[in-house]
């Protein structure tokens, strides 16, 4: 069946960065894009950056242009997040999804 496990976020203050993982597995990871969202209390969940097959093309939502980094490792499965300067507005549950599949979401909280 299909799986994806984020892992890596945490508490970290404004400026600071942080790196979250997914590990995918039950699919040809390589043939699909990825994505990852973001969800803040009371707030719509929002696409925050998606990366294609062999990581050629990326996008990103313009609130985290020039910050964030996805990419990807197609031997390991695992689609990566960047996430660099931090600000108290990313502060969120991030979430990796696939298709009509999501990952659990791990927290990140960006606070003094």
């Known amino acids: 069946q299909v799986q994806l496990v984020e892992s890596g976020g945490g508490l970290v203050q404004p400026g600071g960065s942080l790196r979250l993982s997914c590990a995918a597995s039950g699919f040809t990871f390589s043939s699909y894009t990825m994505s990852w969202y973001r969800q803040a209390p009371d707030k719509e969940r929002e696409l925050v950056a998606q990366i294609t097959t062999v990581g050629d093309s990326t996008s990103y939502a313009d609130s985290v242009k020039g910050r964030f980094t996805i990419s990807r490792d197609n031997y390991k499965n695992t689609v990566y997040l960047q996430m660099n300067t931090l600000k108290p507005e990313d502060t969120a549950v991030y979430y990796c999804?696939?298709?009509?599949?999501w990952g659990q979401g791990t927290q990140v909280t960006v606070s003094s």
């Open positions: 999804n696939w298709g009509t599949y």
